[in-house]
C-alpha cells in the first residue's frame, strides 16, 4: 500500500521503526496530489515545496532525537479560513483574493509546535457558508467517490483530501455541520468539540457563537490524536474553555458495554434516504451485539432548531462579514463614485450570492422593528433547544443520528433553491445550536456506492465517551477501509 | 409572509449591499421562503425564557493592562488595496 | 411665551489605561499614524477581542464617584454602523445592561445646590481618526480605535449653559481627582455632546431635542448653548417644528450646522456581543474600589476649610485638581504655614507656569523646594520680592533656594547693628532729608529708604531699614 494510504497512528509506527522517513512519506503524498488533484481540486494553495523542505528538517531532528510528538512530521492541509501567516487566506472568497495575514491562527501556532507539515489550504464554500463547497469564488471541489457528485461543505476540500489520500488530517470548520456533512458524503472521519475546546482565534469568523474548528481524519484513532493537539485554552479567545487537558486516546478502546445509546424517531422521519435509514438500522443492532444498551429518547423542540440556527447565524454573520469594505485590506472595487459607493461596490462584487444573501437575511433579523421576532426569539429557542439535549442525556451517554439526510448530491444539483440546500443541514444544526460535540463516521455506502455517515453525540465536554462509541463501531466494521474509487488507485 | 422590495432595499441599504431588480425580486422571494418557514417559531410561547447569549457559563474572561509590541506601520498597511501617508485612504468624506 | 431651556449630556471620556480596551496596544496619545495597531484593533480576519480588566475597575471607580450604582451584572453589545474609523463596521459597547446606572452630582450654583441626574454610565471603545489633508481623499489613523471609553449619560437636568458648565467643570474636577482619566478637553479625551430642547416654562412635556458635538472647551460648551437655544426659539416662533438631528459647532464661527447630510435613520442592529462574556461585579469588589477612592473634590474643599482655615476661595483653587492638591499637601505636610503656601500656589506660581508652557503635573520644582523657599521668605532671610525673583530662578534651573540665595547673595540684611552703620552714614550724608522730615515731608523717608537699599544692592530688610531710619532721623532731629 501506498505511504499516503496510510493513517497517522500506521505512518508512526513505520517512523518508530525507521522503516520510512518523513520526506518519504512527504513526498508519497505530493505524488498523490499530482495524481488525483486535477480531478478532484480539493486544494486552493500547494506549498509542496515547502513541505518537502519541511520533511527534510524533521529528518534531520528525529536522526538525533525521538519524536517529540505523534503529529510531528506529518503532512496535513488547512482549510483556508484558517489564518496563516505569509500564506494567502482567502476564505474562497473574491474579497480576500490577495489576504496575507500578519498573524497566525491558534491552531495552527499549534500544529507548528507539534512539527506538522502544512501541505496547503483547501477549498471552501465562501466564508463558510454552504453545504456543497459549490459556493467557492475559486473552483469546484468534486466527491472522490463521484467526480460529479458534490463533497459536501462548507469544509469539502478538507474533506476530499483526507478522503482521496492528498493529506493524513485536515482541518475544518464547523458552524451547522460544516465538518461532519462533508465528513460523511466523503466517507471520512469528521469531528465538531464541543464550543470553547478550541480557540477561534485566527478563524475567519461565520457565526462567534457557533463556529468551532475540528479534524478531518481517516479513522477514529488519528481523530483522538489530532483532537490532543488543537484543544487547549487560549488566552486570545475570551469564549476558550480553560480547563485540564485531556487524552482523547486514553480509553479509546475501551468498548461499549453498558454504555447507553440513545435513539431518537425526529431524527428519522420522512426525507430519510432508504439506504442512510438502513445503514443506521445495521448500526444500532451492532451496537447492541457490542453490548450497548439502546434508549428511546424523545426531542419537543428539534425541529425548531434549523429555524433558529438560520435567523442566529445568518444575524452574527451579517455583523462579522461588515468589516470586509476594501479599505484595510482585500478586494476594493475599481470603479466607485464616493464612500459610500465604494462600500456598495466593493461588497456587492467581493461576495458571492450565497454570502449576500446570509448578510441580507441576518441584517433582516437584527433590525429594527424585527429583532424581537426573529434573533431574540431564535436566542430564546436555542435555550429551549439546549434543555432539550440536557434532558435527553440525562437518559442515555451518547445519542446516535444519521449525519445527512441524504448521500452527496449531483454538483448543481441544488444550486437554485437555497431553501432545499439549507434542509440538508437539519441533522447537524441543532448540535452547534445546543454546543455540544459530535462526530461523524461512515457507516455504509448507498446503493451507487456514496458513503453514508452516521452521527454520534454527546453532552458538553463528553468528547471521550463519543470517540469510544466511535472507535468500537469502526472497529467492528470495516468502513474505514472501503476508500474511494480515486483513492483505491494506487 | 414574504418580503417586500422595500424591505429588501431597505436592508440592502443598511448591509451596504446593491442589486438589479432581478436580484431584488429574487431575494424578496428567497428570504421571504426562509422567513416564512422560520415561522414556526412564533408557535413557541417564549415569554418565560430566557435567551442563550453564550453556550458556555463563562464570565468575568479578562487580560491585564500590560503593553505588547505592535504592528509596524508597514506590517499595518501591507493589505491595503489605498494607503497614503502611513494611512489608509478612502474616498473625501463629508463631515 | 415664556421658554425654558431643557439639557442633558452625554460625556465620552478616554480612561487612562496602558492598554486598549481589547488588545495591548498602548492608548499613549499623539503616535505617529498607524503605529499603535495590531490585528486586533484593525479588525482583520479572525481577531477576537479580550476585555482589560483595568477598563472594568475605571468604570466602576468612575460610577462609584459619581454616585451611581454598580450593576452586577453586566455585558457588552455590538453597535453596527459603516464609517472608516471603524474597523470592524460595528463598535463594541453595552447597550441595555451598562456597567452603572442612577447617580447623581450636586452642583453649586450661587449658593443654591443642585442636583443633577445620572442616568448611566458604560464602558465602549473609541474610534479612529479621520485626517483630511490629503489632496483628493480621506486619511484614516486607527491608532485611536479601541482606546476605552466610558460614556457618562445624565438626565435632562440643567436649565442653563451655566448650569451646564458648572456640572460639565465638576464631573472633569471629580475624575481628574479618581485617576481614571488626564481630563484634557483639548486632547479629546473628554468630550461633551450637549442634548438641547426647549418648551414652555412651566411644561412637563419634553421638547424636540437636537444634539450638538465638537465642543472642545467650556468655553464652546456655553457658547453652543446660548445659540441653540436662540435658534431653537427663533424657529418655534416661526411655527417651524424642532428636527431631531446632530448639530457640529464651530466655535470660529459661533454657529452650529446641522450633520444630516443623508437621509438615513440610524438602525444600529444593537445585539449582544457573542465574542465576550459577561461582568459579574461583587459586593467585594465594588468596596475595595470604594475604599481605594482618593478623597473627592468637595470633601476635600471642605477640609480645607475646616482644617487649614482657609477662605473659601482659596480652598475652591487649590482643589480644582488633583495635582494641585496633592502639592499642596505635600507641602502643607512639612510645612505648616497653609495660607502662605496656598497665596504662592495660587498668585507666583500659575504666571511661572504659563510663560513656560508648564501645567502642575510637569512643574519643574518640587513641594519640598517651595517649601524651603517659603521659610526663607517667612524668616526674613530675604525679601518677599526677592523671593519671587528665587523662584523665578528655581523654574529655570531647578536649583535649590538655598543654593540660589548664597550664589546671589541675596540674604536680606536684617542685622540691625549693621544696618545701623550703614543707615547713620547715610542719613548723616543727607541732612536735607532730615530738614524736610523735621517740616513735615514724608517724601523723604522713601528717598532715604531708596538710599539704603541702593547701599545695601536691595538686601536690607524694608521694614527693619524703616524702623531704624526713622528712629536715625528722630535722634538727628532731636
Known amino acids: 500500500m501506498e505511504l499516503s494510504q496510510k493513517t497517522i497512528h500506521e505512518i508512526n509506527d513505520l517512523l518508530k521503526k525507521k522503516e520510512v522517513t518523513v520526506t518519504e512519506v512527504t513526498q508519497s503524498v505530493i505524488n498523490r496530489i499530482d495524481g488525483v488533484e486535477g480531478s478532484t481540486d480539493a486544494y486552493l494553495r500547494l506549498q509542496s515545496e515547502e513541505a518537502l523542505h519541511a520533511a527534510k528538517v524533521v529528518d534531520e531532528k528525529l536522526k538525533a532525537r525521538k519524536k517529540k510528538s505523534p503529529l510531528e512530521g506529518i503532512p496535513y492541509g488547512l482549510k483556508d479560513n484558517l489564518c496563516t501567516q505569509g500564506i494567502l487566506t482567502t476564505c474562497a472568497s473574491k474579497m480576500l483574493y490577495n489576504f496575507n495575514p500578519p498573524y497566525n491562527a491558534h491552531v495552527y501556532n499549534l500544529l507548528i509546535e507539534e512539527g506538522g507539515i502544512l501541505l496547503g489550504k483547501t477549498n471552501m464554500d465562501e466564508f463558510a457558508m454552504g453545504s456543497s463547497t459549490e459556493n467557492s469564488a475559486y473552483k469546484v471541489t468534486r466527491n472522490p467517490w463521484d467526480l460529479n457528485k458534490v463533497p459536501g461543505g462548507s469544509s469539502g476540500g478538507s474533506a476530499v483530501a483526507v478522503a482521496s489520500n492528498t493529506a493524513f488530517f485536515t482541518l475544518g470548520s464547523d458552524t451547522g455541520g460544516s465538518i461532519r456533512q462533508p465528513a460523511s458524503f466523503c466517507g471520512v472521519v469528521g469531528m465538531k468539540p464541543t464550543y470553547g475546546l478550541v480557540s477561534r482565534y485566527g478563524l475567519v469568523a461565520f457565526a462567534s457563537s457557533l463556529d468551532q474548528i475540528g479534524p478531518f481524519t481517516k479513522d477514529v484513532e488519528d481523530c483522538a490524536l489530532v483532537l490532543n493537539a488543537i484543544v487547549g485554552h487560549d488566552e486570545k479567545d475570551s469564549t476558550s474553555l480553560n480547563i485540564e487537558k485531556k487524552d482523547y486516546t486514553k480509553n479509546l478502546k475501551q468498548g461499549v458495554k453498558g454504555l447507553r445509546i440513545g435513539v431518537a424517531q425526529a431524527f428519522f422521519g420522512e426525507g430519510l434516504q432508504t439506504e442512510v435509514r438502513k445503514s443506521l438500522e445495521d448500526a444500532i443492532a451492532i451496537y447492541k451485539a457490542l453490548g450497548a444498551e439502546i434508549v428511546d429518547v424523545s426531542f419537543q423542540y428539534l425541529d425548531y432548531a434549523l429555524s433558529a440556527y438560520y435567523l442566529i447565524s445568518s444575524a452574527e454573520a451579517s455583523s462579522n462579514l461588515a468589516r470586509y469594505d476594501g479599505i484595510r485590506y482585500g478586494f476594493r472595487a475599481e470603479e466607485y463614485d464616493g464612500l459610500v459607493d465604494l462600500y456598495r461596490k466593493t461588497r456587492s462584487q467581493g461576495f458571492g450570492d450565497e454570502v449576500k444573501r446570509r448578510i441580507m437575511l441576518g441584517t433582516h433579523a437584527l433590525s429594527s422593528g424585527y429583532y424581537d421576532a426573529y434573533y431574540k426569539k431564535a436566542m430564546q429557542v436555542r435555550t429551549l433547544i439546549k434543555e432539550d439535549f440536557d434532558q435527553v442525556f440525562k437518559g442515555c451517554d451518547v445519542l446516535l443520528t444519521p449525519t445527512s439526510p441524504t448521500t452527496a448530491f449531483g454538483i448543481g444539483e441544488k444550486t437554485n433553491n437555497p431553501l432545499e440546500m439549507y434542509l440538508t443541514d437539519i441533522y447537524t444544526v441543532p448540535v452547534n445550536i445546543a454546543g455540544i460535540p459530535g462526530i461523524s463516521i461512515p457507516c455504509g455506502l448507498d446503493q451507487v456506492g456514496m458513503p453514508i455517515g452516521m452521527q454520534l453525540l454527546g453532552p458538553v465536554l463528553s468528547e471521550k465517551t463519543i470517540l469510544k462509541a466511535a472507535w468500537a463501531f469502526e472497529n467492528e466494521t470495516n468502513y474505514k477501509n472501503i476508500k474511494a474509487p480515486l483513492g483505491r488507485e494506487v | 409572509m414574504s418580503l417586500t422590495r422595500e424591505d429588501v432595499t431597505y436592508v440592502a441599504n443598511l448591509a451596504r449591499l446593491e442589486f438589479t431588480d432581478a436580484e431584488v425580486t429574487a431575494l424578496a422571494d428567497q428570504l421571504g421562503a426562509v422567513l416564512d418557514y422560520a415561522q414556526t417559531l412564533s408557535e413557541l410561547d417564549t415569554s418565560e425564557v430566557k435567551a442563550t447569549e453564550h453556550v458556555l457559563q463563562l464570565k468575568n474572561v479578562f487580560r491585564e493592562d500590560v503593553v505588547k509590541p505592535c504592528l509596524t506601520n508597514e506590517q499595518a498597511l501591507a493589505n491595503a488595496p489605498d494607503s497614503e501617508a502611513g494611512c489608509f485612504k478612502v474616498p473625501r468624506v463629508m463631515e | ?478
Not at chain 3, 3 to 13: L, N, P, S, T, W
Not at chain 3, 31 to 60: D, F, I, Q, R, S
Not at chain 3, 385 to 403: A, I
Open chain 3, 1 to 478: 411665551m415664556e421658554y425654558e431651556i431643557v439639557i442633558g449630556m452625554e460625556i465620552h471620556v478616554e480612561l487612562g489605561t496602558k492598554t486598549k480596551i481589547f488588545c495591548s496596544c498602548p492608548t499613549e496619545f499623539g503616535a505617529e499614524e498607524n503605529t499603535h495597531t495590531c490585528p486586533v484593533c484593525l479588525g482583520m480576519p479572525g481577531v477576537l477581542p479580550v476585555l482589560n480588566e483595568k477598563v472594568v475597575e475605571y468604570a466602576t471607580r468612575t460610577g462609584l464617584a459619581l454616585n451611581c450604582e454598580i450593576a452586577h451584572y453586566s455585558k457588552m453589545d455590538r453597535k453596527n454602523y459603516f464609517y472608516p474609523d471603524l474597523p470592524k463596521a460595528y463598535q463594541t459597547s453595552q447597550f441595555d445592561l451598562p456597567i452603572c446606572t442612577g447617580g447623581v452630582v450636586e452642583i453649586d450654583m450661587d449658593g443654591v445646590t443642585k442636583e443633577i441626574g445620572i442616568t448611566r454610565i458604560h464602558i465602549e471603545e473609541d474610534a479612529g481618526k479621520l485626517l483630511h489633508e490629503s489632496s483628493e481623499g480621506t486619511l484614516v489613523d486607527v491608532n485611536r480605535c479601541g482606546v476605552p471609553l466610558v460614556e457618562i449619560v445624565t438626565e435632562p437636568d440643567m436649565r442653563s449653559a451655566e448650569e451646564a458648565k458648572t456640572f460639565a467643570e465638576k464631573v472633569r474636577n471629580i475624575l481628574e481627582y479618581t485617576g481614571v482619566s488626564d481630563c484634557k478637553m483639548q486632547e479629546g479625551s473628554m468630550r461633551f455632546d450637549v442634548n438641547l430642547s426647549m418648551r414652555e416654562k412651566g411644561s412637563t412635556v419634553l421638547g424636540t431635542r437636537t444634539e450638538m458635538k465638537n465642543l472642545n472647551s467650556f468655553r464652546a460648551l456655553v457658547r453652543a448653548v446660548h445659540y441653540e437655544s436662540k435658534r431653537q426659539i427663533l424657529e418655534l416662533k416661526k411655527g417651524h417644528r424642532i428636527i431631531q438631528e446632530t448639530r457640529k459647532w464651530d466655535d470660529t464661527k459661533g454657529t452650529s450646522s446641522s450633520l444630516r447630510s443623508k437621509e438615513e435613520a440610524h438602525d444600529y442592529r444593537y445585539f449582544p456581543e457573542p465574542d465576550l462574556v459577561p461582568i459579574i461585579i461583587e459586593k467585594d469588589y465594588i468596596a475595595k474600589i470604594k475604599a481605594d477612592l482618593p478623597e473627592l473634590p468637595e470633601a476635600k474643599k471642605r477640609r480645607y476649610i475646616k482644617e487649614y482655615k482657609l477662605p473659601e476661595y482659596d480652598a475652591g483653587v487649590l482643589t480644582a485638581t488633583g495635582i494641585l492638591a496633592t502639592f499642596f499637601e505635600d507641602a502643607v505636610a512639612v510645612y505648616n504655614e497653609p495660607k502662605q503656601i496656598s497665596n504662592w500656589l495660587m498668585v507666583e506660581i500659575p504666571p511661572l507656569l504659563k510663560e513656560k508652557e508648564l501645567a502642575m503635573e510637569n512643574i519643574s520644582i518640587t513641594p519640598i523646594q517651595l517649601v524651603e523657599l517659603l521659610k526663607l521668605v517667612k524668616n526674613n532671610t530675604i525679601s518677599g520680592t526677592s523671593g519671587k525673583e528665587v523662584l523665578k530662578v528655581m523654574f529655570n534651573t531647578g536649583k535649590n533656594p538655598g543654593d540660589i540665595v548664597k550664589e546671589q547673595g541675596l540674604a536680606q540684611m536684617s542685622d540691625t547693628v549693621e544696618l545701623e552703620a550703614i543707615i547713620e552714614k547715610i542719613v548723616a550724608a543727607n541732612p536735607k532729608s532730615v530738614e524736610d522730615i523735621g517740616s513735615g515731608s514724608d517724601k523723604a523717608y522713601g528717598f532715604l529708604t531708596g538710599q539704603v537699599m541702593k547701599a545695601t544692592k536691595g538686601q536690607a530688610n524694608p521694614q527693619v531699614a524703616n524702623e531704624i531710619i526713622r528712629a536715625v532721623v528722630a535722634k538727628h532731629l532731636g
